[in-house]
């Protein structure tokens, strides 16, 4: 899915003229001039007394992301509707789209309101949610993955954001015994499973080490709950990738609350990366 996109797709950010949403189109538009790619600021609003306020607001952040990405082709506007279906629909020829962790009264009146949570979980192309901090210019791309479909599609976008950003990629599978038996395991049966998972994380990234051979990249197996294990992972981290199934839960260990859990608790961009069609 991630490979399939083209230039002629532009980056797509949902702001509402709230501080958090202004990080987010700054994060987009240095996103769009990392891929080459237009960028495309919309607010979209439902309610008709405040489209003077949201036509101010949407080119008010363009005005800023135009001086600092001049390079990138820019449009702004304001469209009617409802904002997680008319996102949903510009994720269709999107190849990505941003939105900000909290906003006011329109897209993320919660860390998870509806517009984020909806947008994340159904989009078409991946999603990116930016806190209102400024992420970090340093650090590795952290990405987290369990052996299934979905969890590849995640890895493939880790190692091209690595790429672009010319950064390090950390690949982490978290576990914990009450995934696997009801009692806890032995000491020995703790290193068996270790190695298991360390075995399968070097045969999950080989083929995209080879595509990659410029990007640094570790992997870690990681004893732990993985909302606590990638949380601690992604606190210097430029971006935290998640995978999503499409069905509506996470992939194998990426379950609704872990996933919920990393977006709450992160304090980096988090990406959410949809399995390809007919994957699961």
């Not at 005005?63 to 820019?74: D, F, G, I, N, S």
């Not at 493939?156 to 995934?179: K, N, P, S, Y």
Request: charged share 20%.
């Amino acid at each position: 899915m991630t490979e399939m996109a083209t230039p002629d797709q532009p980056v797509v950010v949902g702001v509402d003229g709230s501080e958090s949403s202004g990080k987010a189109a700054f994060w987009a538009a240095a996103e769009a001039s990392r891929r080459n790619a237009a960028l495309q600021l919309v607010i979209v609003n439902d309610d008709p007394a405040r489209v003077d306020y949201a036509e101010q607001a949407v080119h008010k952040i363009a005005a800023k992301c135009r001086v600092q990405t001049p390079e990138v082709e820019l449009t702004a506007e304001v469209a009617p509707g409802h904002p997680v279906e008319e996102l949903l629909r510009r994720s269709a020829t999107a190849q990505l789209v941003v939105l900000g962790a909290r906003g006011h009264g329109g897209f993320t009146d919660a860390l998870l309101g509806g517009v984020s949570t909806g947008v994340a979980t159904h989009a078409s192309c991946p999603v990116v949610i930016v806190r209102k901090d400024i992420p970090t210019t340093v650090g590795p791309v952290v990405v987290g993955v369990d052996d299934s479909p979905c969890s590849q599609e995640a890895l493939r976008f880790a190692f091209a954001a690595a790429a672009r950003l010319g950064t390090d990629l950390v690949v982490m599978q978290a576990w914990h015994e009450e995934g696997l038996l009801a009692v806890p395991l032995t000491p020995p049966d703790r290193e068996r499973v270790q190695r298991d998972i360390e075995h399968s994380l070097a045969k999950q990234t080989a083929s995209l080490r080879e595509q990659n051979p410029k990007v640094r990249t570790r992997e870690v197996a990681q004893r732990g709950h993985p909302v606590a294990a990638l949380t601690d992972a992604a606190r210097d981290a430029r971006l935290l990738v998640v995978g999503h199934r499409g069905g509506g839960g996470f992939d194998g260990l990426f379950l609704g609350s872990v996933a919920a859990g990393v977006l709450h608790h992160a304090p980096c961009p988090v990406a959410v990366v949809r399995a390809a069609a007919g994957a699961s």
